[in-house]
């Protein structure tokens, strides 16, 4: 997946679990398939429960903020 569908994705779950949006409105709104919208969305609703699924989760976090860093840099 595409670093900007991967981005759309991600604005369309913190929709659906920020701001109460219906995922199929979400799926719209980003331009995304609405079953692609719903996997994401119950996937980041799983609470990780082992030790690697945990660490996954860190690391997931952690690329996520490096991202968003490497994008406020490169507006600057």
Same mark, same amino acid.
């Given at each position: 997946?595409?670093?900007?569908?991967?981005?759309?994705?991600?604005?369309?779950? !913190?929709?659906?679990?920020?701001? &109460?949006?219906?995922?199929?409105?979400?799926?719209?709104?980003?331009?995304?398939?609405?079953? !692609?919208?719903?996997?994401?969305?119950?996937?980041?609703? +799983?609470?990780? &429960? !082992?030790?690697?699924?945990?660490?996954?989760?860190?690391?997931?976090?952690?690329?996520?903020? +490096?991202?968003? +860093?490497?994008?406020?840099?490169?507006?600057?």
């Amino acid at each position: 997946m595409s670093e900007e569908k991967l981005s759309l994705l991600q604005a369309a779950v !913190t929709l659906v679990l920020h701001a &109460n949006w219906l995922p199929s409105e979400a799926a719209a709104k980003c331009q995304l398939p609405t079953r !692609t919208v719903y996997k994401a969305v119950r996937a980041a609703q +799983i609470k990780p &429960n !082992t030790k690697k699924q945990k660490l996954q989760a860190a690391k997931e976090k952690l690329m996520d903020s +490096i991202a968003q +860093i490497e994008m406020e840099l490169a507006q600057l």
